[in-house]
Structures are given as structure tokens and as C-alpha cells.
């Protein structure tokens, strides 16, 4: 591929009972995925489901956070920092998805931050952005996604993109069933490959890896898998099903 492993985020949201993901990660161990130097797999499950699914689900899965905090830990109630991921051998970390900037009002500035810090404490990040269907109607989508690389860039080092993917996740597309089209989600990835070569390097635009989210599924993955800009996804309600995420691994086949 031209630009790197392939890469499946599987993003569990605040999903799952003990018997449901014992369940899932059962699936998961079952199915039959690419290796390791194919494609990249890692699941997000929730701080809770963290500790058992660490300790049950095999290689080549891996394991990320959907969140944490902008700084050091300390006397933040409800938190949980970066160093405290990277100590206890979580790998990945999901930051600034869609939810998090609407629901819990985390602006371009704090996810930026966050992406730094994480990355100083040796954590990879999976950095999210993507447009409302308002912005993209009112001819905005692309100063949006402007103002959200921008904030990402400014806290990352040059050097530290290797530790990053980029997923574009149009909000209009996440947990909607509408799925944005092929010529919409590569228009939107040519971009942002674009600004990060204008503004990052040409280098780390070539070598990084851009996911699509939003409502990806079995059926339209294989579609969006072939297009020249995209180099994985971030799968939400999908990655649920362990059979359906199973298919999504195997998009590219
Ligand atoms: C997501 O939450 O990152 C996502 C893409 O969700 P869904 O696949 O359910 O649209």
C-alpha cells in the first residue's frame, strides 16, 4: 500500500456488560484476520473493560483507549492520564472523536493538547475530525477540518507523526447509517493529505495513515477500502458485532 498498514480502529463507545464483551472478545479471538505486518487492528473498549480485555484478547488485536486526560494525573476526579495508559501497556489512545467534541464540549485547542501530551507519554493516537452536516451544507466542511488539523499539527512534532493516524469522521456519517459516498470521503482525504503536506511535510503526508469513520459496515467497506486515500477505519457501531468487525479486517481482500 501506498501509504502504510492498513489500519482497522474498532471504537466500542460507552457499550458492554462483562458477558458482552467476554462475548465479543470470544468472536474476536475466533475469526480469521490479516497479520500484523497486513493490517493493524486495534479495539477501544471502555476504561472499565480495559483490564479484561488487555488480558484475553489474542495478537494481532490491539488495544486502545477512547480518551484521556490533557495533562498529568492528579487531582482531575474522573480522569484517567496518559501515563497511566502507557504504564499499564495500552498502546493506543482515541482522541477528540466527534462525541467527545459535542458532547463533553472539547474544543480544536484541547484535543490538540491532548494529542501532545499523549504522544510525550509514548502513547500512539488515533486523532479525530470531521465537519456536522450544517458546516458542510453552509460550504464550510473544509475550513472545519482547517481549524482541526491545524490545532493537531501546532502540539505535534515533526518527529511524532509516526505515533499518529488521522481518521476523517463527518459527523452527518457517524452512527446515522448514512455512509458517506466514495467520491465524498476521498475528496475529503485527498485534502487532508494535501494540508498536511502544505503545512506538516510532504514526507509525513505520504507515510500517514487516514481512516474514514462513519457508519462503515461489511457491506460498503470493500468500496471505500479501494480508494486512493484511504487507509483504513475507525468503526463504531459495527465493531460491536464480532462478525461484522471480522469482515471490515478483511476489507482490502
Ligand atoms: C465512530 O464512532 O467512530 C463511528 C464511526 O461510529 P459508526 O461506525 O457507528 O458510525
Redesign the pocket.
Known amino acids: 500500500r501506498a501509504h502504510g498498514r492498513f489500519f482497522i480502529?474498532g471504537?466500542w463507545?460507552c457499550n458492554g456488560t462483562v458477558e458482552s464483551v467476554t462475548q465479543l472478545v470470544k468472536d474476536l479471538n475466533a475469526g480469521s484476520v490479516p497479520p500484523a505486518d497486513k493490517v493493524e487492528i486495534v479495539v477501544a473498549p471502555t476504561f472499565v473493560h480495559l483490564d479484561m480485555v488487555k488480558k484475553t484478547l489474542n495478537p494481532p488485536f490491539e488495544i486502545g483507549a477512547q480518551d484521556c486526560w490533557v495533562g498529568k494525573g492528579g487531582a482531575f476526579t474522573g480522569e484517567v492520564s496518559a501515563e497511566m495508559l502507557h504504564d499499564f501497556g495500552i498502546p493506543w489512545v482515541?482522541l477528540g472523536?466527534?462525541?467527545r467534541r459535542s458532547l463533553c464540549r472539547e474544543d480544536d485547542e484541547l484535543v490538540g493538547q491532548k494529542c501532545e501530551y499523549a504522544l510525550s507519554q509514548g502513547l500512539k493516537v488515533i486523532g479525530?475530525i470531521g465537519e456536522t452536516l450544517a458546516q458542510r451544507e453552509s460550504g464550510h466542511m473544509f475550513d472545519v477540518l482547517d481549524a482541526q488539523l491545524r490545532a493537531i499539527a501546532n502540539h505535534t512534532s515533526l518527529g511524532n507523526w509516526v505515533n499518529m493516524v488521522i481518521?476523517y469522521?463527518p459527523v452527518w456519517?457517524?452512527?446515522?447509517?448514512v455512509?458517506a459516498t466514495p467520491e465524498q470521503a476521498q475528496e475529503a482525504h485527498a485534502y487532508v493529505r494535501k494540508w498536511i503536506s502544505d503545512n506538516v511535510s510532504p514526507d509525513v503526508a505520504a507515510d500517514l495513515r487516514l481512516l474514514y469513520?462513519?457508519?462503515?459496515?461489511e457491506s460498503n467497506c470493500g468500496t471505500l477500502a479501494n480508494l486512493e486515500d484511504v487507509d483504513g477505519?475507525?468503526?463504531?457501531?459495527?465493531?460491536l458485532q464480532g462478525a461484522s468487525f471480522i469482515s471490515i479486517c478483511n476489507a482490502e481482500n
Open positions: 480502529g471504537n463507545k482515541i472523536h466527534s462525541e479525530c481518521a469522521e456519517a457517524i452512527g446515522t447509517g455512509v469513520g462513519g457508519s462503515v459496515n477505519f475507525l468503526v463504531g457501531g459495527a465493531s
